[in-house]
C-alpha cells in the first residue's frame, strides 16, 4: 500500500499525523503508568485486520501490542509521512 493511499484513507497528511500522534501519545501513557510485568503480560482480546485479512484474531500480550507500535506502526507510518513530503 503506498503512502497516498494510506494518507488518504487516515484522512489526508493532517490525519496521518494525527495518528502518528495519537500513537505515539499512547505509548507515552503506558510507559509513565509503570507497568508491571504481570500487568505488561495480561492478556488481551486483540483483532487486526490488513487488507482484508486477519492477522492476529484472538488474545495477545500487551507488552506485544506495545511493543508493535513502537518498533513497527510509529516507524512505518513515519516512513509513510516523509515519503509524502519527496512525493
Given amino acids: 500500500m503506498d503512502s497516498f ?3 488518504s484513507l487516515a484522512g489526508g497528511t493532517a490525519g496521518l499525523q494525527e495518528r502518528i ?3 505515539g501519545e499512547a505509548l507515552a501513557a503506558f510507559d509513565s503508568a509503570g507497568l508491571s510485568d ?3 503480560d495480561t492478556l488481551v482480546p486483540a483483532r487486526l485486520i490488513s487488507k482484508g ?3 492476529v484474531d484472538g ?3 500487551l507488552r506485544d501490542i506495545l511493543t508493535g507500535l513502537a518498533d513497527t506502526e510509529l516507524p512505518g507510518h513515519t516512513a509513510q509521512l516523509l515519503a ?3 512525493g
Avoid: N, S, W, Y
Wanted: net charge positive; proline share 6%.
Fill in 5 to 7: 493511499h494510506v494518507a
Fill in 21 to 23: 500522534r495519537r500513537q
Fill in 38 to 40: 504481570v500487568e505488561l
Fill in 53 to 55: 485479512a486477519a492477522l
Fill in 59 to 61: 488474545p495477545v500480550r
Fill in 84 to 86: 509524502l513530503l519527496e
